[in-house]
């Protein structure tokens, strides 16, 4: 059974720090590494990830895949309050279906 | 342009009662999918359609869950009877046509938040 694992569950951070979540993954016949930001409603889509060591960035967030060890993640650099949600990870198999982990739930406080 | 539409927002039933939710994707949308989302875990995949032919319904609890998209627009989520643990957040997302080479990205509803008591 596909398996993706988010650390840590819940980091609770002040304004203007970084944090980095992490994401392991066991999915066969793998396609991509997906990142989400999920705030009270649906999750809207970060970032795409398909080849190892190949950083993509958008503004002050940052993520990378790494193929060999089965992991990702993703960086946000001075953080702001708004950054507060919950930030899912899910990977993609080669027939498109997403396996979600459970998330990991970042609060910045001002 | 609109987005995914879902409705109810928000339903509260009792334990053996029937619901229904529904979903309208993003105009042109082939692909349609629902989730289910339990507090604290990430979406679970139940059902995915390709127009109106199911793709994947692997994790659909078939014994009380059904759905539909019979035009392959708009789709219909049921379940009947309800038990305490269908609690839970359910999502609608669309893609565009799925296809080989390429990624196309979902884009999620609001949900409907289902209390079962």
């Known amino acids: 059974e596909d398996k993706v694992v988010q650390s840590p569950l819940s980091l609770v951070v002040h304004e203007g720090d970084t944090v980095t979540l992490n994401c392991s993954y066991e999915v066969t016949n793998f396609r991509s590494l997906l990142w989400y930001k999920q705030e009270k409603k649906a999750p809207t889509f970060l970032f795409m990830l398909t080849s190892s060591g190949i950083e993509k960035k958008s503004g002050r967030l940052s993520s990378i895949l790494d193929k060999k060890e089965l992991f990702s993640i993703l960086n946000i650099t001075a953080t702001q309050t708004g950054d507060s949600a919950v930030y899912l990870c899910?990977?993609?198999?080669?027939?498109?279906?997403?396996?979600f982990g459970a998330g990991t739930t970042v609060t910045v406080r001002a | 342009e609109a987005g995914v539409a879902q409705s109810p927002r928000y339903k509260i039933i009792e334990k053996r009662q029937s619901v229904a939710f529904w979903c309208n994707p993003i105009s042109g949308h082939a692909t349609l999918y629902w989730y289910q989302q339990i507090l604290g875990q990430g979406p679970k995949l139940l059902i995915q359609f390709q127009n109106n032919g199911v793709v994947d319904d692997s994790q659909l609890p078939k014994d009380r869950f059904s759905a539909e998209r019979l035009k392959g627009v708009d789709s219909t989520l049921k379940i009947q009877p309800a038990k305490l643990e269908d609690s839970a957040v359910y999502l609608c997302?669309?893609?565009?046509?799925?296809?080989?080479?390429?990624?196309?990205?979902?884009?999620f509803g609001p949900g409907t938040r289902l209390t079962v008591l």
């Open positions: 899910a990977a993609s198999s080669n027939d498109y279906k997403l396996s």
């Open positions: 997302a669309s893609s565009s046509e799925v296809g080989l080479l390429s990624y196309n990205e979902q884009f």
